[in-house]
Each structure stands twice: as C-alpha cells, then as structure tokens.
C-alpha cells in the first residue's frame, strides 16, 4: 500500500529573478520614453477605466509569466518480489472429512491474503502441480483475489486512462476450476520446472502445499539444497492428519450403462484400502430416494469383505426395475479412518424400454368360448390368460399360435380371438428372430419342421432368444420331445417313454434355496410376498421328467405328486355346443375342422393323423421332484415347468392364486418372461459384438469379435465393419486427442494420423477372422496403453461399429470399455511431513502450520519503493485565463471607441 498523494501551488516561471526584473525595468523605461517622445496625453484619455482594464490586463500577463502550477507528487509503485505458491493438485489432496486436505491448503491461502491486504507485501504467483506444473491464470476460481504486478503502478494513472484502458481489453476465456484430480503426484519435477519460470528476477521464496505423499521422493533434499544456494528458501505448508489408522475407498465400479427391466444387473466394485489388513467390512448398494425426505431403498443385502492391504475386487447384484436409475455403492467406515468421503461411489443405469415379443404356442384341448363386452365380441381360448397376463405390462407383445388337440397346423390367433389361418409358425429364421421368447405349452413334436426345429436351436443358442416349456399332455416326452433338439436345450433329462401322469394332485412348493429368484418376486413387501409363494397353488397332472441337468440348471420349485381322480374335463371329452354366432361358428370351422360335438385326438402323428397317448407306467405317488427348473443354453435361457397351465389341470392357478384379483399369477409370468429375455436383445440385431472381458487394466489386450447376419439371419462375413472409439465423455474434457489403444501394426492406417494410438473419432476397419479358425466372422487385438494418462483410477470409452454392404449401413451397435488402473495417489494415503520438513531445512525455509505464519512470510519479503511521481499542472493553461485575458483587451477597446480614441 502506497503513501498518500501529496499537492502544493507553486511559481515555476521560466524566467529568473533577474531576467525578470530586468525585463520589468525594460519595461518601464520604454513605456517613459514613448511617453516623452509622444508628448502628454490629450484629455480624454485620462480616464480611471481605461487605466484599470490596461493594469489588469498588464497584471494577468505577468502572472503568466510567473507560472503559476499546481504539483502533486504520489509515492513511486512499490518494486514487490515474487513469491511462488506451489498447491499440489493431485488425489490424495482430496481426502477429508469435514475439509479436504485441498481445501485446507487454499484456505490458509485466503485467510493469509486477507491479513496482509492492508500492509505492503510480496506478490503471489499460483502454479498447480501434479502429473504435470501448470500455472494458475484465475487465482478466483480459488476464492483467492488476484494481485498482477501493475496494480500499484496503476495507482498513479487517473481512473479515466484506467476506464479506457480496462474497456479496451477483452475478457480472457473462462479457465477450467483447480480440482485435486491428479492421478500422480511429482514433487521432484515440480521442482525443477519451476525455476524456468523465474524471469528476469528470482522469487524471494517459494511456498510449498502440499501432504507430501510424492512417487519421486529420492532427490528432493538434494534439489532444496540447490535452491538455498540461490538464496531462495522453500517454505511448507503440510496438510492431512498424521493420526489416523489408514483408509477404505471405493476406487471405481463398472455397471452396464443399459440394462432390461426386471434383469439380474451384476456390478464390479473396486476397493482401495491400507491400514485395515484381515478386517471385515460391508458393501451396500442402495438407490437414492427419489425426495430429500426419502431414504435410499437397498437393492442388494449388504456383502461381507475382508480388507487386504492394496487394490481387491467385490461383486454385488440386483433386480433392475423402471424406478431405479441412480445407485450408490458404499462401504462401512473403518475406526479411526482418514477420510470417509470416498466411502461411496456413485453411478447410473439406463433402462432399456424395447418392446418384449413373445410366442406363446398352445395346443390344449379345451374349447373356445365366445365373450360378449358390450358390442364387442371376442372368443377366449384357453391361451386367454397368459396371453392377457402377459400384454397388462406395455412393453410385452405377445403373439399366440394355436394348435388345437395337438393338431400339427399352427394357426395365428389375431385380435378378439380371430383366427388367421394364413399365418402360422414364423417362415424364416429372420420372422424367427424378431421375438425374444418361445412359450410351448402342450404342444407334440409333430407341429413343428426339422427346419423349424434348427431354427429354434440357432435362435436360442447364437442370438440369446427364451425358450420355455411347461406341462401337459403332449408336453417333454409325451409329446415326442425327448428325441429333438429340444431335449438338449432344455435344463432337464426326459424320460424315454410317456411322463404324463394325468390322474395326479400336484403340490408345488417353491425350493427354499431359490426364493431370490426373480420368478418369486411376485410383491414389494417381503413378508407379503413369502405368504403368496408358499401358497403356491396345486395342480392337477404332471410330467415326470428323469433328472435335473448337473452344472446348467437351478431347481426353482419342487412338488409331491398324488394319485387322484383326474379332475372333471380333464379327459378327451366331446366340445362343447357353441352359442348361435356368426364369430364363433366361422372360428368352430377353421380352428376344429370338425362338427361340433366331435371327440378330439389327444396326440396326433406327423401327418395330423389322430393319435390315442401312450400310457404312463410310472409311479403316480412321489414326492420332491423337481416341478420348475431353469437353466441357460449358449446365449440363451431355458425354463421347464412339469404342471400344466391351463383349464381344468390349473383353475386354482388361473383364477385365485394370492387373491381374487389374482394378480400374482400376471406377476409371475411376466417375471418368467424377463427372466427368459434377459439376453434376448441381441437376437434382432444383425451386428453383434462383444469384448473378452467386462473391465481391462492397462497394459492389457482388448479383443473384439464381432459376428454379422444378413437379411435370412444367416451369418455372413461379407460385410465390412467400420470401428471408431469414442470417449465417455466429452471431448473438451481430456487432456490428449489420442485414446488409450494402440494401433494394431498389422493393420493400414489410411487416416493420416501417424501417432502410436488410435485418435478419438479415427477410423478402422474390424478384420474378417480365417473361416477354418472356428472363430467368429471378425475379430481383432486392440493393445492397451501401459499407463493411462488422464487423471483419474479409471477410463470409459465406447468402439462404435457399423456393418457396411458397399454404402448402405446395415446396422450399428457399440461396446462399452472401462479400463482400470491402480493410480500411486491411492495405494497410500497417509501424508509424509517428514519430506516436507526435510525440503524446508535443507533450503533455508519455514515450516507454516497457520495463516498467521504465511502472513508473516508475504510481510517480511523485502520491499522496495520506486522514485516519486510528480505531476505538474500550470494554471494558465486553462481555458477561464485565456478568456479573462481576452475579455480585459476587448472591453478597453470598446471603451476606448466609446470615448473617441479609435
């Protein structure tokens, strides 16, 4: 702060005294001789006026000549040295409770500006360091007030010069905000680079902010006692609490960006801890409430884990559902931990809303029956309540083919129970694949094609389709499937001969080891829900199958069978007569074929031929066989159910299970259907890609593989697969135009980039895999970069791939990759003071705990005062003077003219 500015009226005449008073006596004696040689004046010009207008104009003339000036003289701008702060901006600078050690750092920095803001002191300079030194342009985004060197030396120029010069400048662009986000911490190379920003003149000092934890502690000390030769002393400021007992974070989680309702979500959590080594803690995951006021709602019980000193790994799972779309994993607080702030870690799933289409084949006896709803008429058949159960939740489609009495023609059932007979089972495996899930219920063997058949294996097996079958007549071995494709699709052993047992009490309990199966989420509440499940209603008639598949399937239910009476209708028994309608008379026709009153076949052969079942041998009475079983086939699920699902082997079951409402037999088929369609999304797509892995580290391999379809569903490697990779994030926010993948060297590179990774947005071609290899169509090794180089323990990118016939695109699709690393800021957070005392002694510097004591640095930096500035302002030179003056000489000219004289 400068001294004030001080002002006097002083007579700065250009003239000497002497000069001047010989130019007066000049004066004087020429005015006497012009008066001596002109005679005496005449009369009239002896006029007290005209003496006083020519004695004031004489008088003004000579305070012109006497200069006088007003000088102000301000104190010269102050000569302030710099003072270097040095604020470690890497993550270990961001652990902390209530303030991180970040926050601590820049608050000792304002809190010392704010005692030193009346008192002349050392000009701050604010550089960053971490994975790299950066200067900090903004101090403000801080909360610190900046201070440039031309502040004082602005004091001295008017606020006018300084409104000019401010309006003239333009507004820099706004700078990124100063965030402990570094992924590395390199003090020693701080170190060196900050001398080559000195200029002309070295600091006075340097103040270093830091925790201390650095990768390049050997030759720090040597480098201080470099900068105490140049008499520049490093100061230190050690932040972070040395009495703590280590540390639990969450470094990272990988969560598929895009899941399906109602489907198990697997997440990655990766866990960073120190100090807490053969300890146990929980992970929880949770999704927030949807108000401030509501809690979060847990979405998994909490999972025990053992803290190993070091990077580990913990998987969680959970049900997605519409509601969730933010998640919060968490681990508990250790005793006596340095930070609990990275305990949690937040993320968010999508969920993808496609349209869920299923085929529902049913091939029950029972007959049709006509509805009347007002004026609309519709026939309800005995595919009725599934097909209503299923198509209550808007995002499930189902279609319903019917084969009546296990007639080998399938004919589509259309809208209000209208029967196309044009259409039937899908004509292609393309129409094929179009649907998600297949629902066979008491249906033969005889209905479908070989053709159909491998159609059904490809779709379930390669693009991940459903496929369930549930119990009946002429359901599993009864209906011939033991000898198909089928068999080996399906989680159970059929029998070889008939497995009907149609005079059967069946009892179905659900297995108490798979109560957390999604099929059994029937209500939100779970005291609600154990009593729906355990009321799980009985049936009449079961197939009896072998065994369960060892290794590839999970027993969901379990039933004791009973010998009974079979229940009324429950035999081949003549069709009920129809009512008198034009509807239903033209469906009696097409659908049965027949007259009414007719007895159907119970089982046909391959040419439609009615055919009488084969009989049961087997024992009615048994107890805990399997009743639902669920299992996986390549890339698609499977569900046999042994109990039929229609009237009359299943009335409890359609018409009062849980209540009147009976909504939990609608729950529980559309929980059978997620379940089934899990990986069902891939099976429409015509480029399908996938990665080796679910998460890489750097250093690794990323192996793509990608496998196209043409328009008949079959696979085909004609096509040419274009790739990009793309980041998460955007652009503007990384640090480098390259992405963490090499280039492959075995591949061309027509870009024009020349760089040894792949730029973001840079192009390339997925190569064709050899046919002989047994691999799929393309494939291709992307290396991945040792180290990553943004500052975080993680990176998200997604490879963009399209299918391309010449110039048309024939589909797209992406993959996403997250690739971790284990960055040094986490493996150990303690703060190490000792090296920062250590820097302090060896340069001749301080160790600052406080404000008070940086305040007292930026002081006592030596100051320097510039020469005074001096301004001098001659008061004739103003435009009042010059007017008085010309008024004086004009008003004696006028006078003058008045009197006679001119």
Not at 232 to 237: D, G, M, T
Request: aromatic content about 8%; hydrophobic content about 40%.
């Amino acid at each position: 702060m400068t001294d004030p500015m001080l002002a006097s009226l002083t007579l700065l005449t250009p003239l000497s005294l002497t000069v001047f008073a010989a130019l007066v006596l000049a004066i004087g004696l020429g005015f006497v001789g012009l008066r001596w040689l002109s005679g005496a004046p005449a009369a009239v010009s002896k006029r007290n006026g005209l003496y006083l207008l020519r004695a004031l104009s004489v008088g003004t003339v000579v305070l012109i000549l006497l200069n006088p000036s007003n000088v102000t003289q301000t104190p010269g701008p102050l000569d302030r040295p710099d003072l270097f702060y040095l604020l470690d901006s890497s993550q270990s600078m961001s652990v902390g409770d209530s303030e991180t050690r970040f926050d601590h750092a820049t608050r000792l920095m304002r809190e010392a500006a704010a005692l030193t803001a009346d008192a002349p002191s050392a000009e701050v300079r604010l550089f960053r360091f971490g994975h790299r030194l950066a200067a900090v342009p903004d101090a403000g985004s801080l909360g610190l007030k900046p201070e440039p060197k031309t502040l004082a030396a602005s004091s001295a120029r008017s606020g006018e010069a300084l409104a000019r010069e401010t309006a003239s400048t333009p507004l820099p662009a706004k700078p990124h905000p100063v965030t402990p986000s570094d992924s590395d911490t390199q003090l020693l190379t701080a170190l060196r680079q900050v001398s080559s920003r000195f200029g002309r003149r070295p600091p006075a000092g340097v103040v270093l902010f830091s925790d201390g934890r650095a990768r390049d502690e050997t030759g720090v000390e040597s480098l201080a006692r470099q900068f105490a030769r140049l008499k520049i002393p490093v100061h230190v400021v050690p932040v972070g609490d040395t009495n703590r007992g280590g540390d639990v974070s969450i470094v990272a989680c990988v969560v598929p960006p895009r899941v399906r309702r109602f489907a198990e979500v697997e997440v990655q959590v990766f866990l960073r801890s120190y100090g807490y080594e053969g300890r146990r803690c929980e992970l929880t995951l949770s999704a927030p409430g949807a108000t401030p006021d509501e809690g979060p709602r847990q979405l998994s019980v909490p999972t025990p884990v053992t803290l190993h000193d070091g990077f580990q790994t913990a998987s969680l799972s959970f049900r997605s559902d519409p509601k969730t779309r933010k998640l919060e994993v968490a681990v508990s607080g250790m005793p006596n931990e340095v930070s609990t702030n990275n305990n949690v870690f937040k993320t968010e799933v999508a969920i993808d809303r496609t349209k869920i289409r299923v085929l529902y084949i049913e091939g029950s006896a029972q007959p049709l029956r006509a509805v009347q709803t007002g004026d609309r008429s519709e026939v309800r058949g005995p595919y009725s309540d599934l097909q209503q159960a299923l198509t209550e939740d808007d995002d499930i489609e189902c279609v319903v083919l019917h084969a009546p009495y296990g007639r080998s023609r399938l004919q589509r059932i259309a809208e209000a129970g209208a029967v196309n007979t044009a259409r039937g089972f899908p004509d292609t495996i393309a129409e094929l694949t179009a649907f998600d899930a297949i629902v066979l219920s008491d249906i033969g063997l005889n209905a479908f094609t070989e053709q159909q058949l491998g159609w059904i294996d490809q779709w379930i097996g390669q693009r991940g389709g459903g496929l369930l079958m549930v119990g009946g007549p002429r359901s599993f071995a009864a209906g011939g499937w033991h000898d198909s494709p089928l068999a080996e699709m399906l989680p159970i052993v059929m029998r070889d001969d008939g497995d009907w047992l149609p005079g059967t009490q069946v009892s179905v309990r659900a297995e108490q080891t798979a109560l957390g199966h999604p099929l059994w989420s029937i209500v939100g509440d779970a005291r609600r829900n154990q009593e729906i499940v355990g009321q799980f209603p009985s049936f009449f008639g079961a197939n009896r199958w072998q065994d369960v598949k060892p290794n590839f399937a999970s027993v969901l239910a379990l039933s004791n069978l009973a010998a009974v009476e079979p229940p009324a209708g429950a035999t081949a028994a003549p069709v009920a007569a129809a009512p008198k309608s034009t509807l239903f008379d033209s469906l009696r026709k097409n659908l049965l074929g027949q007259k009414s009153g007719g007895t159907p076949p119970s089982v046909s052969n391959t040419n439609g031929t009615p055919q009488p079942a084969s009989p049961s041998t087997l024992e009615a009475n048994a107890a805990n066989q399997p009743a639902i079983v669920a299992g996986r086939y390549g890339r698609g699920r499977t569900m046999a159910m042994a109990v039929p699902i229609t009237s009359p082997w299943a009335n409890e079951f359609l018409t009062s299970w849980g209540g009147n409402d009976n909504k939990a037999y609608g729950k529980f088929w559309r929980n059978a259907v997620y379940w089934l369609t899990e990986s069902s999304s891939v099976g429409r797509r015509r480029l399908v890609v996938t990665a080796d892995k679910k998460f890489y580290r750097p250093g690794e391999t990323l192996v793509l593989s990608a496998t196209a379809f043409d328009e008949g569903a079959q696979q085909t490697g004609t096509y040419k697969i274009a790739s990009m990779i793309e980041p998460q994030s955007s652009l503007s926010d990384l640090e480098s135009n390259d992405s963490p993948i090499r280039w492959p060297q075995s591949q061309p590179r027509t870009s024009g980039e020349t760089g040894p990774f792949i730029a973001w947005g840079e192009e390339f071609e997925l190569p064709r895999a050899d046919a002989s290899s047994g691999k799929p169509a393309y494939a291709m090794e992307l290396p991945i970069a040792d180290a990553l180089s943004v500052g975080s323990a993680s990176q998200s990118l997604r490879v963009e791939l399209t299918a391309m016939e010449e110039y048309t695109q024939v589909d797209s699709t992406s993959v996403d990759i997250q690739i971790l690393h284990d960055p040094f800021e986490q493996q150990n957070p303690f703060p190490n003071h000792a090296l920062l005392e250590s820097i302090a002694q060896n340069s001749g510097g301080q160790v600052l705990h406080d404000a008070r004591q940086l305040a007292d640095v930026l002081r006592k930096v030596p100051i320097e005062a510039g020469a005074p500035i001096i301004k001098k302002t001659p008061l004739w030179s103003t435009w009042w003077l010059w007017t008085w003056l010309l008024g004086l000489l004009t008003a004696e000219w006028i006078y003058r003219r008045m009197v006679g004289l001119a």
